[in-house]
């Protein structure tokens, strides 16, 4: 079974940066889409980015486009998100997930594997 671990998660002010890395316990996620979602206290999951197969097709939720750029590495199947002018209302877990297919989508449900998730604290 794949394992997914996402790291690099922690407390920064407001305008600040973080970046997230996600490994993979075994090689085979480098044909399948991957993605990035949060969850904050008392609200849903939602998608935050996701990356197709060879990364040449990205796309991100609205609240976060221009600020976050998600990349990977098919080579060792790192996923990474950059962070950039953080803001309070990105404060939630972050998981990385590894989609049944080549492409990512928006929805849970067309992925197959997920890390257990990164804290991501925002100040003001």
């Known amino acids: 079974q794949v394992q997914l671990v996402e790291s690099g998660g922690g407390l920064v002010q407001a305008g600040g940066s973080l970046r997230l890395s996600c490994a993979a316990s075994?090689?085979?996620?480098?044909?399948?889409?991957m993605g990035w979602f949060r969850q904050a206290p008392g609200k849903e999951r939602e998608f935050v980015g996701g990356?197709?197969?060879?990364?040449?097709?990205?796309f991100y939720a609205d609240s976060v486009q221009g600020r976050f750029t998600i990349s990977r590495n098919r080579s060792n199947d790192t996923l990474w998100l950059q962070m950039d002018s953080l803001k309070p209302e990105d404060t939630a877990v972050y998981y990385c997930?590894?989609?049944?297919?080549?492409?990512?989508?928006?929805?849970?449900?067309?992925?197959?594997?997920w890390g257990q998730g990164t804290q991501v604290t925002v100040s003001s």
């Open positions: 997930a590894g989609a049944r297919g080549a492409y990512a989508s928006g929805v849970m449900k067309d992925y197959s594997y």
């Open positions: 990356i197709n197969w060879n990364g040449s097709s990205k």
């Open positions: 075994r090689r085979i996620l480098s044909n399948n889409g």
